[in-house]
C-alpha cells in the first residue's frame, strides 16, 4: 500500500534464496527484469561462474610466505586483523619493502574470474606513500596477473590503481591510471576484479558506498590477447602490502578474495544470482545493481509508479526471492 497522496517511484530489493537466471517485478501492466528465463526443452540453467576459493580474511592458516614482490623485498610481518589482511611490519629497505603472504587454490584454472576488496587510505596526506597488491601465480610462481592500489607520490596525494596481466617483464597493462581526475580513488574503499576467457580479459575497478555497497566512480576495460601471449595458469594466491624507502604509509589492505572457474555450457544459460545475491530495481533513478553493481535490464522493461493506495506486484520466478520495498 502506498499510504501517501501520489504515485511514488519505488526502490525494489530482491534477495536471492536460490540460483537463478532472471528476476523480474510487474505491476500487471508494466515490468522490470534483469537476465532471462530458460526454454526447459532447448536450454538448461548453469553456473557460469563457479567459486572455487575464497578468503575473508580472518586467518593465517593456510598461508605461507611470499617469495617476491615487484620492484623491492619479501620483508616485515603480515597479520590477519580489523577484518583484513594487513601488514604488522614492513622491514627495511631502501625501495618497496614489506610482508607477503601466499597460498594455493584447490584447482589450477586457465578461466578464472578473480575479485578482491582492498583499502588505501591516504587521507589527502602528501607525505604518505605505499601500495596493497594481489597477485596471481602459476605453479612455479611466476605472475599470471596484478591488481593494485598505491600511492607513489611523495609531495601529492594520489592514488593510482594498476590492473596488469603478466610479470614485471612480459605484461600488459589493462588500468594502470588515477581515474577520471586525479584524486578519485584517494581514500580507495573498493573492488578491484579481473576476468579471463580464452584470449579475453576484462578489468573492474569501483569505489563502493558506505552502507548500500553500490559501486561508483568506475572503470572497466576489455581486451583481447590477438597474440595469445598471456596463457599461464592460475594456482596461487598473493597479498602484499608495501612501504617504499621511510616514507609514511597509509593504513590499507586486503578484506576479500574470491576465485571464481568459468564454465561454458553450449545452449546454456547462466545464472545472474546466487543465494544471498542482493538484485535492486531503483525505480527512482532508473538504475539496476546486482550485488551493488550497476547491470542492463531487459530491453522491452521499463520503471513503473506505484499508484496511490493498493498495489499489486508480482515477482518472478515465484518463491526465489525475499523482496523488500521502499518509497
Known amino acids: 500500500e502506498n499510504e501517501g497522496t501520489a504515485e511514488t517511484y519505488p526502490i525494489i530489493t530482491l534477495t536471492a534464496k536460490e540460483p537463478t537466471t532472471f528476476a523480474m517485478v510487474s505491476n500487471g501492466d508494466e515490468y ?25 580474511a580472518t586467518s593465517l592458516v593456510g598461508w605461507t610466505d611470499g617469495t617476491s614482490v615487484d620492484g623491492g623485498i ?8 580489523n577484518g583484513r589482511f594487513e601488514a ?11 610482508p607477503a603472504i601466499k597460498t594455493s587454490i584447490p584447482e589450477i584454472v586457465e578461466n578464472f574470474r578473480f575479485q578482491t576488496f582492498v ?13 596493497v597488491e594481489v597477485y596471481l601465480l602459476d605453479v612455479n610462481g611466476n605472475t599470471v596477473a596484478k ?13 593510482g590503481v594498476e590492473i596488469r596481466v603478466g610479470d614485471n617483464q612480459n605484461y600488459h597493462h589493462l588500468i594502470n591510471e ?50 595469445n601471449k598471456f596463457t599461464r595458469q592460475v594456482a596461487q594466491v598473493q597479498v602484499h602490502v608495501g612501504q617504499y624507502g621511510n616514507n609514511p604509509v597509509p593504513s590499507g589492505g586486503v578484506y576479500s578474495m574470491f576465485l571464481d572457474k568459468i564454465n561454458h555450457e553450449q545452449d546454456g544459460i547462466p545464472y545472474i544470482a ?22 542492463q535490464f531487459d530491453f ?17 520466478p515465484e518463491n526465489t526471492f525475499v523482496m523488500s520495498i521502499k518509497y
Request: hydrophobic share 30%; proline share 3%; charged share 25%.
Open 32 to 56: 522490470m527484469m534483469v537476465g532471462r528465463p530458460y526454454d526447459i526443452e532447448n536450454e538448461q540453467p548453469f553456473q557460469k561462474y563457479q567459486r572455487i576459493f575464497s578468503d575473508n
Open 74 to 81: 619479501v620483508a616485515g610481518q603480515m597479520q590477519a586483523a
Open 88 to 98: 604488522v611490519s614492513y622491514g627495511t629497505g631502501t625501495r618497496w619493502h614489506g
Open 119 to 131: 583499502t588505501l587510505y591516504n587521507k589527502n596526506n602528501p607525505a604518505y606513500v605505499g601500495r
Open 147 to 159: 591488481l593494485a592500489v598505491k600511492d607513489t607520490h611523495t609531495q601529492q596525494a594520489l592514488n
Open 178 to 227: 588515477y581515474g577520471d581526475r586525479p584524486g578519485n580513488w584517494n581514500d580507495f574503499y573498493g573492488i578491484l576484479r579481473i576476468e579471463k576467457d580464452g584470449n579475453e580479459w576484462y578489468a573492474y575497478v569501483a569505489m563502493t558506498e558506505v552502507g548500500t555497497g553500490r559501486h561508483h566512480t568506475r572503470r572497466s576495460v576489455r581486451w583481447v590477447d590477438t597474440e
Open 274 to 295: 546466487d543465494e544471498g545475491d542482493v538484485i535492486e530495481f531503483n525505480h527512482k533513478t532508473g538504475d539496476c545493481y546486482i550485488n551493488g553493481e550497476p547491470v
Open 300 to 316: 522491452g522493461a521499463d520503471f513503473f509508479a506505484l499508484k496511490k493506495g493498493i498495489n499489486e506486484l508480482a515477482v518472478m
